[in-house]
Nanobody, 123 residues
Framework: QVRLVESGGGLVQSGGSLRLSCAASGRSFSNYAMGWFRQTPGKEREFVAAISGRGGNRYYSESMKGRSTISRDNSKHTVYLQMNSLKSRDTAVYYC????????????????WGQGTQVTVSS
């Protein structure tokens, strides 16, 4: 069992930056690939970024590529998402998730999910 708690969301102006954090409890954090997803009302949850268990591989969505960096600190059981040049269309609830089967962009491959943190970008 893995429990995930996101933090770092908030209100930011267009063009600004935020760093989201996701703290995990449970054993063997490095055995899990971690992903960030986001969702707006009435829409499907969409992939943002993912990182492999030891951090060697990273995937990004096209919309966030070049504007975000996913990283992890396995000693702290924490994964981060640094987002820069934020736009109003980035407004969403951001979720982190853990996948015991390896890095993936597919929502259903992730077993454990946090409660989400709201990111609001004002124009």
């Amino acid at each position: 069992q893995v429990r995930l708690v996101e933090s770092g969301g908030g209100l930011v102006q267009s063009g600004g930056s935020l760093r989201l954090s996701c703290a995990a409890s449970g054993r063997s954090f490095s055995n899990y690939a971690m992903g960030w997803f986001r969702q707006t009302p009435g829409k499907e949850r969409e992939f943002v970024a993912a990182i492999s268990g030891r951090g060697g591989n990273r995937y990004y969505s096209e919309s966030m590529k070049g504007r975000s960096t996913i990283s992890r600190d396995n000693s702290k059981h924490t994964v981060y998402l640094q987002m820069n040049s934020l736009k109003s269309r980035d407004t969403a609830v951001y979720y982190c998730a853990a996948n015991p089967s390896g890095i993936s962009t597919i929502t259903t491959r992730y077993t454990y999910w946090g409660q989400g943190t709201q990111v609001t970008v004002s124009s």
